[in-house]
């Protein structure tokens, strides 16, 4: 099982900006599909951005289109999600993920069941946006 670890959460004020990480220690991400998730107090986990391993393709959902960017650095073994003009629905918790039937492009992500079948989460980072 991949273990995943997300890191950069925090509070910010409205307009701000965030840096979120999702490493690995004991193996490559470059091979692996990877999803960003939220989950807002309250509500259900939602997928917000993946990035393909097979050809790079990025998909973001609607909300965060021109304001959020994923992106991979492989000498980091690190998945990147630039998080930039914040704004209060932005706050909750961020996951990130990965499966081997979890698919990517730029036309959205794709996985078989429940998001809670994923075989690989993180625990998770808290990104507080408040003035």
């Known amino acids: 099982q991949v273990q995943l670890v997300e890191s950069g959460g925090g509070l910010v004020q409205p307009g701000g900006s965030l840096r979120l990480s999702c490493t690995a220690s004991?193996?490559?991400?470059?091979?692996?599909?990877i999803g960003w998730f939220h989950q807002a107090p309250g509500k259900e986990r939602d997928g917000v951005a993946c990035?393909?391993?097979?050809?790079?393709?990025?998909w973001y959902t609607n909300s965060v289109k021109g304001r959020f960017t994923i992106s991979r650095d492989n000498e980091k073994n690190t998945v990147t999600l630039q998080m930039d003009n914040l704004n209060s629905e932005d706050t909750g918790v961020y996951y990130c993920?990965?499966?081997?039937?979890?698919?990517?492009?730029?036309?959205?992500?794709?996985?078989?069941?429940?998001?809670?079948?994923?075989?690989?989460w993180g625990k998770g980072t808290l990104v507080t946006v408040s003035s």
């Open positions: 993920a990965t499966d081997t039937a979890f698919h990517c492009s730029q036309f959205g992500w794709v996985y078989n069941g429940p998001l809670s079948a994923m075989n690989s």
């Open positions: 004991d193996f490559s991400l470059d091979y692996y599909n």
């Open positions: 990035l393909s391993s097979a050809d790079g393709s990025t």
